[in-house]
């Protein structure tokens, strides 16, 4: 028998101040890959051929009541200007295993919902950050770096985009 990992805690930090019993949730990016379609002579199908990320890496996260510093670079027309890095604690309940996993972001902040006011109420703020830069580790090893600007993609360490910046003499 076998169960899956499941997030039994997380934390994220921002710029690194730790908001430990402030943050509710986050919802890391989506890794997309652009396929487009390729049939060529003599091919009894179409095959798909990678062209790369695929839109905006985006991450969402909300916080319950006022963090002051959310504001703090709002608006910067730097694509790094905060650094967000959730940490997670996935465990199985049949046996005593626990993975440790980190995602490090880098991006901005471009768009900052404060919800409902109401006194007396649950208050949440909802923040969405456009990124530049991502890592996920899992236990120590780094299985995907994305660095858009410096044009770096790898996978468990394999730089996939090494032979192209060769190529294009960067």
């Known amino acids: 028998m076998a169960l899956p990992k499941k997030l039994k805690d997380l ?3 921002s ?4 908001w430990q019993g ?3 949730s986050v919802t890391l990016p989506t890794l997309t890959r652009k396929i487009e379609e390729w049939r060529g002579g003599g091919m009894d199908g179409t095959v798909g051929i990678d062209m790369g990320m695929d839109g905006l890496l985006t991450c969402q996260w909300t916080v319950g009541g006022l963090v002051e510093s959310i504001f703090d670079n709002f608006g910067s027309s730097r694509i790094d200007a905060e650094m967000l890095r959730m940490t997670g604690s996935y465990e199985r309940d049949d046996v005593d295993e626990v993975a440790a996993v980190e ?3 880098r991006g901005r902040h471009t768009e900052i919902d404060m ?3 109401q006194a007396g109420e649950n208050t949440e703020h909802q923040v969405t950050s456009t990124l530049s830069y991502y890592k996920l580790t899992i236990n120590g090893t780094t299985k995907i770096e994305i660095d858009i600007p410096n044009y770096v993609f790898k996978v468990n360490g394999e730089d996939m985009l090494a032979k192209r910046r060769q190529a294009l003499g960067l």
Do not use: C, H, K, P
């Open 11 to 13: 934390n994220l930090f």
């Open 115 to 117: 919800g409902d006011a």
């Open 15 to 18: 710029n690194g101040d730790s």
């Open 22 to 24: 402030v943050i509710q």
């Open 103 to 105: 995602v490090v972001m």
